[in-house]
């Protein structure tokens, strides 16, 4: 249901929370005394200076740059947080191309009309609260999610575009541009006619998810290297951003801008579990609300994890394997132990070191979360559609040492907009939940304020 109250609405709350904080919070807060400056000296012509202790590109700045000459805006503090916020006030819109892209409708014929799903799905706790300070998060969101749209519509040099600004913003977006082209291709393969002029074409094995087994994934990867030379011709727009960051990574001697060391890369395995249950526990209203009801969901992950011997023995083995890289791969990374303005900082100490078997203990929840997001999101997509993620998200996470949230923002993102058929009431269910988490935090950081701790945020 597409109609421009809805966003209205959601537009007006973004204006009456960005203005009470800005009356609160006068001074830059956390990561924006870095941003605010480095922001400031673009709008002053000063493209030379550069804070060593940034790490992202000048994407935010630019954008900022861009906002100030068209609306001949002031860059204080105030107006510097307008960015964000109009990135999240324009999530809505490209978010409802994505989901009509999953579900294989139609979009609205306005532009400025945009499903309630949609703005449900914008207000998603971690995009919500960072789209009110000087944070890279949203426009990031916003470019990565223009980028999978453009290339789900064949428009793949605009696609191209929009992935080489979303890399101004997060240099980690490379993989999500490729993840674009690579997601966008297997619907063309999936939906392509089968015979032309010419004959009968290749066809790549990709059966649906949720009838594919191990043996599938095999032929699915033999049979692939036949349909490559109906697909490579499409490649070209985004090789061309993968090249340009190829270069850039070799002038920069690496990923990473400004203070490298605080930002080493690392194995870290248990990330990608973090993942896992950060997105069960946000989306769980997503998931109870599958066609035929909680239960059936239930039994259908018990099975696939005990259903037969052969699935408990997998099921075992994964296990032990999990377990083994939590030993061996659990990162303590200095922040997280000391930064206690976060919700990262207690999860991690009440939960995580509650027991040195807590960690363990999580597996089994860890594996049943999986199986019911691979069935959740699989029940109108092929096996290679469902995988596909998961392998996009481990490039993005793997080398992560620290547990962060944001991290989490993007493939939470593209995770949900693959869920076809979400109820009504399990939407207005979402959005409750949503609503609920970004009052409560939004209150604690504007109202709660501890003396010699500061204000609490994600």
């Not at 944070?135 to 605009?158: D, F, I, K």
């Amino acid at each position: 249901m597409a109609s421009p109250t809805h966003h209205l609405v959601f537009t007006s709350i973004c204006i009456l929370v960005l203005r009470e904080l800005n009356g609160i919070v006068t001074k830059p807060y956390m990561d924006e005394p870095f941003h605010v400056p480095q922001a400031q000296a673009y709008c002053d012509g000063r493209f030379d200076y550069w804070d060593p202790k940034i790490t992202t590109p000048p994407g935010l700045y630019v954008f900022s740059l861009l906002l100030k000459r068209i609306f001949m805006f002031k860059c204080n503090l105030q107006m510097l947080r307008l960015t964000p916020m109009f990135s999240l006030v324009a999530l809505p819109i490209a978010l409802t191309y994505l989901l009509s892209y999953h579900q294989r409708v139609r979009p609205p014929a306005s532009l400025l009309t945009p499903t309630l799903e949609s703005v449900v799905v914008a207000g998603f706790p971690i995009a919500w609260f960072f789209g009110f300070l000087y944070y890279t998060e949203v426009p990031s969101l916003l470019s990565v999610v223009c980028t999978v749209v453009a290339a789900s519509q064949g428009r793949h040099w605009r696609a191209g575009m929009f992935g080489l600004i979303s890399c101004t913003f997060r240099q980690t977006n490379v993989v999500w541009v490729l993840y674009a082209y690579a997601s966008s291709q297997l619907m063309y393969l999936r939906f392509r006619r089968r015979t032309t002029n010419e004959g009968e074409t290749a066809k790549l094995h990709d059966p649906s998810a949720l009838k594919a087994g191990p043996d599938d994934l095999v032929k699915a990867v033999m049979s692939a290297p036949k349909v490559l030379p109906d697909i490579l011709q499409n490649f070209v727009p985004y090789g061309v951003v993968v090249a340009l960051f190829a270069v850039f990574v070799v002038l920069n001697g690496g990923i990473v801008l400004g203070d490298k060391s605080n930002h080493i890369p690392a194995f870290h395995i248990p990330q990608v579990y973090y993942f896992v249950g950060f997105t069960t526990i946000i989306g769980w209203p997503v998931l109870i609300s599958t066609p035929g009801g909680v239960w059936p969901l239930i039994k259908e992950v018990r099975y696939r994890m005990v259903g037969t011997l052969w699935r408990s023995l997998a099921t075992a083995v994964v296990s032990a394997s999990m377990a083994f890289t939590i030993y061996k791969f659990t990162i303590h990374h200095p922040f997280l132990l000391s930064d206690n303005r976060h919700y990262t900082f207690y999860v991690w100490r009440r939960v995580f070191l509650l027991h040195p078997v807590v960690p363990y203990l999580l597996i089994p929840g860890y594996i049943a979360c999986a199986w019911a997001w691979y069935l959740r999101v699989g029940r109108d997509q092929t096996l290679l559609q469902n995988l596909l993620l998961p392998v996009f998200v481990l490039p993005t996470l793997l080398p992560t040492p620290l547990l962060e949230p944001r991290y989490f923002l993007i493939p939470y993102i593209l995770l949900r907009a693959q869920v076809p058929d979400a109820p009504r009431w399990g939407v207005l269910l979402e959005g409750a939940w949503y609503a609920a988490i970004n009052a409560a935090t939004m209150w604690v950081f504007l109202y709660r304020e501890r003396e010699g701790v500061g204000r609490f945020m994600w």
